[in-house]
């Protein structure tokens, strides 16, 4: 599915990490690339220190050499000049129009959960394309993904996070299961204005399920709560959760809104978030495009 895969790595656990994942999400024939960011922002050393600059691209190269012999991944080292790793890593996957740009959990995160540091998260906002996050401890875990979750309530985005997670399910002989998260608006809880006849939770659900069970092969079921909240606990369950960016934006550009965002936080598994995709015809009864 990913022929064109970019990886930040930092020498440190997390950049491992993020080489563990993009191995298993990527094509067996796709061009993998190393990349680490480090400073370039001018400042008075540099000025004072021709060759620190130098020196700089030599201890990155280095890290890259020793980041591929140790995950014995086949990839192309890149070494990136940027004022922060987010914007680095950014630049880059438009340089070379890469379809997957893979980080690691920043390192306040629990054990076993995917969370982006604040300008990561910020920097990546309107990537070209699809942005995944290791979880921590990712390179440690052995067994291929067995189970992949997918967030669907039956929009344009949601639909293709299900086309993505059919694909990788698919790849890895993996279970698929779907979650959709449903509240009431806002004027439910306001004598304002009257909730319309049947939209109780009970209906919300119901109809909910009833969309969920038309997915062929795939496991749903619906809940109550807040979105990014509830999708954050479905990723007890899985070895990945496959999300869709929102839908407003420019097309084939992710755009962190609110669920993403809190996923960014708190996801409890590995992250996919797919890109901003252009319009097509519904699809079938069983969540295909037709």
């Given at each position: 599915?990913f022929k064109?895969?970019?990886?930040?790595?930092?020498?440190?656990?997390n950049?491992?990490?993020?080489?563990?994942?993009?191995?298993?999400?990527a094509?067996?024939?796709?061009?993998?690339?190393?990349?680490?960011?480090?400073a370039?922002?001018p400042?008075?050393?540099?000025a004072?220190?021709?060759?620190?600059?130098?020196?700089?691209?030599?201890?990155?190269?280095e890290?890259?050499?020793?980041?591929?012999?140790?995950?014995?991944?086949?990839?192309?080292?890149?070494?990136v000049?940027?004022?922060?790793?987010?914007?680095?890593?950014?630049e880059?996957?438009?340089?070379?129009?890469?379809?997957?740009?893979v980080v690691?959990?920043?390192?306040r995160?629990?054990?076993?959960?995917?969370?982006l540091g604040?300008?990561?998260?910020?920097?990546?906002?309107?990537?070209?394309?699809?942005?995944?996050?290791?979880?921590?401890?990712?390179?440690?875990?052995?067994d291929?993904?067995g189970?992949v979750g997918?967030g669907?309530?039956?929009?344009?985005?949601?639909?293709?996070?299900?086309?993505?997670?059919?694909?990788?399910?698919?790849?890895?002989g993996?279970?698929l299961?779907a979650?959709q998260?449903?509240?009431l608006?806002?004027?439910?809880f306001?004598?304002v204005?009257?909730?319309?006849?049947g939209?109780?939770v009970?209906?919300?659900?119901?109809?909910?399920?009833a969309?969920?069970a038309?997915l062929?092969?795939?496991?749903?079921?619906a809940?109550?709560?807040?979105?990014?909240?509830?999708?954050a606990?479905?990723?007890?369950?899985?070895?990945?959760?496959?999300v869709?960016?929102?839908?407003?934006?420019?097309?084939?550009?992710?755009?962190l809104?609110?669920?993403?965002?809190?996923?960014?936080?708190?996801?409890?598994?590995?992250?996919?978030v797919?890109?901003r995709?252009?319009?097509?015809?519904?699809p079938d009864?069983?969540g295909?495009?037709?």
């Amino acid at each position: 599915m990913f022929k064109n895969v970019l990886v930040g790595v930092d020498g440190r656990a997390n950049g491992r990490d993020a080489i563990a994942l993009a191995a298993r999400l990527a094509d067996p024939e796709a061009n993998l690339t190393l990349a680490h960011v480090y400073a370039g922002a001018p400042d008075p050393a540099r000025a004072l220190a021709p060759g620190l600059l130098k020196d700089e691209r030599l201890a990155s190269d280095e890290l890259l050499e020793r980041e591929r012999a140790a995950t014995g991944v086949s990839a192309r080292p890149v070494s990136v000049i940027a004022p922060t790793p987010g914007r680095g890593l950014h630049e880059r996957a438009e340089e070379q129009r890469a379809d997957l740009l893979v980080v690691g959990s920043c390192e306040r995160g629990v054990l076993g959960r995917a969370m982006l540091g604040d300008d990561t998260r910020s920097s990546l906002n309107g990537a070209p394309c699809a942005v995944a996050v290791a979880c921590r401890g990712y390179a440690g875990q052995p067994d291929p993904i067995g189970t992949v979750g997918v967030g669907y309530d039956g929009s344009q985005e949601s639909r293709a996070a299900l086309t993505a997670a059919r694909a990788i399910a698919r790849r890895h002989g993996a279970s698929l299961r779907a979650m959709q998260v449903v509240n009431l608006p806002t004027y439910a809880f306001t004598s304002v204005v009257p909730s319309p006849d049947g939209e109780s939770v009970d209906a919300l659900l119901a109809e909910a399920n009833a969309r969920l069970a038309d997915l062929e092969g795939v496991e749903g079921r619906a809940a109550y709560g807040l979105v990014g909240e509830e999708l954050a606990a479905f990723g007890d369950e899985l070895d990945l959760l496959v999300v869709g960016s929102r839908s407003y934006g420019p097309w084939q550009r992710l755009v962190l809104g609110s669920t993403s965002n809190h996923l960014g936080r708190h996801a409890r598994c590995s992250l996919l978030v797919l890109p901003r995709a252009p319009r097509r015809k519904a699809p079938d009864a069983h969540g295909r495009d037709r």
